[in-house]
Structures are given as structure tokens and as C-alpha cells.
């Protein structure tokens, strides 16, 4: 009986883990870099975000690839291939802070849609990521424009 128990117990330990980490990574064919690729007719800029810690940065000279798209019905996850962290946006003293976190597939600070050229937060809607220009560029959220012409700063894309 203590057996069976035992059996039954490890059987919804599994099942609960699997509920709530991520799938597996590690795998190359969806790596890619996450940002945005600027061309005109004698130079292409891109801007690559990266992740140190749980800070995220931009490099401006050339494409960074290390982040993993984990595919999901209700969103996206985004994985730091460096820092095996997730990307996360929630609020701090009312204000919506993005960053890398332990990744958890249960968690609706991670989850992310890329849409009409832009990625948007699945929970903070009409909330998205955005590189912003400067003397040294930075990673924001920021809220989304909902014109037809997107910012460039909001046009961040998973590129292969």
C-alpha cells in the first residue's frame, strides 16, 4: 500500500512539473536574435537586445543571436540563451519594468505576442517592448502605438 502511495505521489509530482516548467532548450533550430534591422539604400543598422544578469541591452553593431522562442497557445516565452532567464515585464512603484527572470511557463509576466510588427505583452495589453534611441540605446516597455505606422522603436522581431 506505502508503495503504491509512493508511485501515486511521484506520478502527480511529475505531472505538476510538467504543468509549469518550460519545454525543454537547447534547441538550435529556433534560436534566433530579438530586435530590429534598419536598412536603407547604403547602410543596414541593427539593433540586438541582449541580456547580462537580468539587465537587458542593445547592441548596435551587430545581430546577437541568443534568445530561444518557446511556442505557446496563450503566448510566447522568450529565453536568454546567456543567462538561461526569461524575459519578464511587470510593475515596480507603478512603473512597467522589464528584465530576466527564473523562467516559469505558468507565469503571465513572461508572455509575449508578436503582432502587427511589434511585441506586445499577453497580460499588460497594449504594453510593448521597445528599443529606444539615445546616446547609449536602451530596452523599455513602453505603451504601444496603435497607429498603422509603427514606431521604429517598437518594431522588435524574432529573427533566425
Known amino acids: 500500500m506505502t508503495r503504491l502511495a509512493l508511485l501515486l505521489l511521484a506520478s502527480l509530482v511529475a505531472a505538476v512539473a510538467a504543468l509549469t516548467d518550460p519545454p525543454g532548450f537547447n ?11 534598419k536598412k536603407d539604400d547604403d547602410t543596414e543598422l541593427v539593433w540586438s537586445i541582449t541580456m547580462r544578469g537580468t539587465a537587458l541591452g542593445v547592441n548596435t553593431t551587430a545581430a546577437q543571436r541568443e534568445w530561444e522562442k518557446l511556442y505557446r ?3 510566447d516565452l522568450l529565453r536568454n540563451d546567456h543567462t538561461n532567464l526569461c524575459l519578464e515585464a511587470a510593475y ?30 499577453a497580460m499588460f495589453r497594449r504594453n510593448c517592448l521597445a528599443i529606444v534611441d539615445g546616446a547609449t540605446p536602451v530596452v523599455r516597455m513602453e505603451a504601444c502605438d496603435q497607429s498603422a505606422a509603427v514606431p521604429s522603436s517598437q518594431k522588435i522581431r524574432f529573427f533566425r
Open 27 to 37: 534547441n538550435s533550430d529556433i534560436m534566433g536574435w530579438l530586435g530590429n534591422r
Open 73 to 75: 497557445i496563450n503566448g
Open 92 to 121: 515596480t512603484a507603478s512603473v512597467l519594468r522589464v528584465y530576466g527572470a527564473v523562467c516559469n511557463a505558468s507565469s503571465p509576466e513572461q508572455t509575449w505576442t508578436f503582432a502587427h510588427r511589434r511585441l506586445e505583452h
